[in-house]
């Protein structure tokens, strides 16, 4: 079945860049994910890419999509602690178009 | 604001007495789902209403179900809750099943905890 790989953990220094990379096996997916979770909350979409794009920039995240190796990253800019949460890929398989979720990679910002 | 809310917050539930998690839209969606969530996991799909087609997934045990008795509200209830069901309850809803450039709402979740 479709599945979501990611990095359990990353750590980054307040302002630096951070990268959250995710693999995914379903190439049939139209558009893919990243959503934030903070401590006790459900998931707040943070933003998309649909499958024909490379490369998606909102203000201090860009999004990479590599669809030959079935990659997806999330860069942030200039990282603040209030970007300390957990990260989610999430990918739209065909059928139901359910969202199929990774693990989730845990970003701690320090000073 | 158009949200989706999820009532209660926290729910403490004795081994084997049944619950009901609820949950309701202002958004008018068509599609609304159950994730169960546990601790450092990826949030797992239960089952999704499209419309009044109820869509369970293969592995969701028995003792789970859900109700959808109007466009708003979806409820989700587990008949003997055990241990193992001890984790957060996310609903989301999405406009269609494409879930598109607004991907899913989701809600705050529910944590269940269950002694």
């Known amino acids: 079945g479709e599945d979501v790989e990611q990095s359990l953990f990353l750590s980054v220094r307040e302002g630096d860049s951070s990268v959250i990379n995710c693999t995914y096996t379903?190439?049939?997916?139209?558009?893919l994910y990243w959503y934030k979770q903070e401590p006790g909350a459900g998931l707040q979409l943070l933003t998309y890419?649909?499958?024909?794009?490379d490369m998606k920039q909102d203000q201090r995240l860009t999004v990479l999509l590599n669809k030959k190796d079935k990659h997806l990253s999330l860069r942030i800019a200039d990282t603040q602690t209030g970007d300390s949460a957990i990260y989610f890929c999430a990918d739209s398989s065909g059928g139901y178009n359910k969202l199929i979720f990774g693990a989730g990679t845990r970003l701690a910002v320090h000073p | 604001d158009a949200m989706v809310i999820q009532n209660p917050r926290y729910q403490v539930t004795q081994f084997g007495k049944p619950v009901t998690l609820s949950c309701s839209q202002t958004?008018?969606?068509?599609?609304m789902y159950w994730y169960q969530q546990k601790s450092s996991q990826a949030p797992k799909l239960l089952f999704h209403y499209y419309d009044k087609d109820f869509n369970n997934e293969a592995d969701t045990p028995d003792n789970f179900q859900s109700r959808r008795p109007n466009t708003s509200f979806c409820f989700l209830d587990i008949r003997s809750p055990g241990l193992g069901d001890a984790a957060m309850y996310l609903c989301a809803t999405s406009r269609d099943r494409t879930g598109g450039v607004s991907g899913y709402t989701f809600g705050s979740g529910t944590r269940l905890t269950v002694v």
């Open positions: 890419i649909f499958s024909n794009m």
């Open positions: 958004l008018n969606h068509n599609v």
């Open positions: 379903d190439s049939s997916s139209t558009y």
